[in-house]
């Protein structure tokens, strides 16, 4: 199984821990968060990962290289102009359809700042199961901005924070809508989602793009984006430095003994 790990991001929240390093190689507990997102994938079967890099995307050539990758075939998505989730992944393309790979094995998308206990192998196989284009791993926890779905686990809007006018972009039109609450929950995006790669011929977006304004479109063109819920798993989003030093306490605790 493949795997792609989203890491170019400039890091700006977690200074100063990324004034000399990106955010990949920030440490929590004597590990990268590069390390940890790797060892997590590989537990799940994933055995080839392609790592989007931008800011001091050297030291992340160097590191894979003096730790033997891992273990894992591992490639590198340069960006010269970071190109947000969408249009890297896009950029990544390759990766998932080399050698006449399969449109409906599906891979997995995994932000390099995301912390968690979520069993990917389970939401793979629901993901399969559904015949999604693409499920994302969502939580009912506060958040600044929300995803909506409807009764069936279908992506239709997103919000910020407790507003009520969501946007839905329309298959006609992108315009922000009104969605009734009674009928739509929202919850929080995780960062990981598991992706089929017919996803690749469905984006029309160019250029710099988030993958969520993409999941937006589709969605309103009756695409399958649907919800993962994991609830109960634990996860903790290391963008801000109070935030790693959050998760060593939980490590050393062991209220976090993921891979």
């Given at each position: 199984?493949?795997?792609?790990?989203?890491?170019?991001g400039?890091?700006?929240?977690?200074?100063?821990?990324t004034?000399?390093?990106p955010?990949?190689?920030v440490?929590?507990?004597?590990?990268?968060?590069?390390?940890?997102?790797?060892?997590?994938l590989?537990?799940?079967?994933v055995?080839?990962v392609?790592?989007?890099?931008?800011?001091?995307?050297?030291?992340i050539?160097?590191?894979?290289e003096?730790?033997?990758?891992?273990?894992?075939?591992?490639?590198?998505?340069?960006?010269?102009?970071?190109?947000?989730?969408?249009?890297?992944?896009k950029?990544?393309?390759?990766f998932?359809?080399?050698?006449?790979?399969?449109?409906?094995?599906?891979?997995?998308?995994?932000?390099?700042?995301?912390?968690?206990?979520?069993?990917?192998?389970?939401?793979?196989?629901?993901?399969?199961e559904?015949?999604?284009?693409?499920?994302l791993?969502?939580?009912?926890?506060?958040?600044?901005r929300?995803?909506?779905?409807?009764?069936?686990g279908?992506?239709?809007?997103?919000?910020?924070?407790?507003a009520?006018?969501?946007?839905?972009?329309?298959?006609?039109?992108?315009k922000?809508?009104?969605?009734?609450?009674?009928?739509?929950q929202?919850?929080?995006f995780?960062?990981?989602?598991?992706?089929?790669?017919?996803?690749?011929?469905?984006?029309?977006?160019?250029?710099?793009f988030s993958?969520?304004?993409?999941?937006?479109?589709?969605?309103?063109?009756?695409?399958?984006?649907i919800?993962?819920?994991a609830?109960?798993?634990?996860w903790?989003?290391?963008?801000?430095?109070?935030s790693?030093m959050?998760?060593?306490?939980?490590?050393?605790?062991g209220k976090y003994?993921?891979?």
């Amino acid at each position: 199984m493949k795997a792609m790990i989203l890491a170019a991001g400039l890091g700006t929240r977690l200074r100063p821990l990324t004034d000399d390093r990106p955010k990949a190689l920030v440490t929590v507990a004597g590990r990268t968060l590069l390390e940890i997102a790797l060892c997590r994938l590989r537990s799940f079967g994933v055995r080839e990962v392609i790592v989007n890099t931008h800011h001091f995307a050297d030291m992340i050539f160097k590191y894979l290289e003096a730790n033997d990758n891992f273990g894992m075939r591992i490639e590198l998505s340069r960006e010269e102009v970071l190109l947000d989730t969408g249009g890297g992944l896009k950029r990544a393309a390759h990766f998932f359809l080399e050698d006449g790979g399969s449109l409906q094995e599906p891979f997995i998308l995994h932000n390099v700042d995301v912390i968690s206990t979520i069993d990917l192998g389970r939401m793979v196989r629901f993901h399969t199961e559904q015949s999604a284009l693409a499920t994302l791993a969502v939580q009912d926890r506060e958040t600044s901005r929300y995803l909506l779905f409807d009764e069936h686990g279908q992506l239709c809007g997103r919000r910020a924070g407790r507003a009520v006018k969501a946007e839905a972009p329309s298959a006609k039109e992108d315009k922000a809508e009104l969605v009734r609450p009674a009928w739509v929950q929202a919850l929080a995006f995780s960062g990981i989602h598991i992706i089929s790669p017919r996803l690749f011929a469905k984006m029309r977006e160019q250029g710099a793009f988030s993958i969520i304004d993409a999941y937006l479109h589709l969605a309103a063109e009756e695409e399958k984006i649907i919800a993962f819920r994991a609830d109960e798993c634990y996860w903790r989003d290391l963008g801000r430095p109070e935030s790693v030093m959050e998760v060593a306490q939980d490590i050393r605790s062991g209220k976090y003994s993921g891979s």
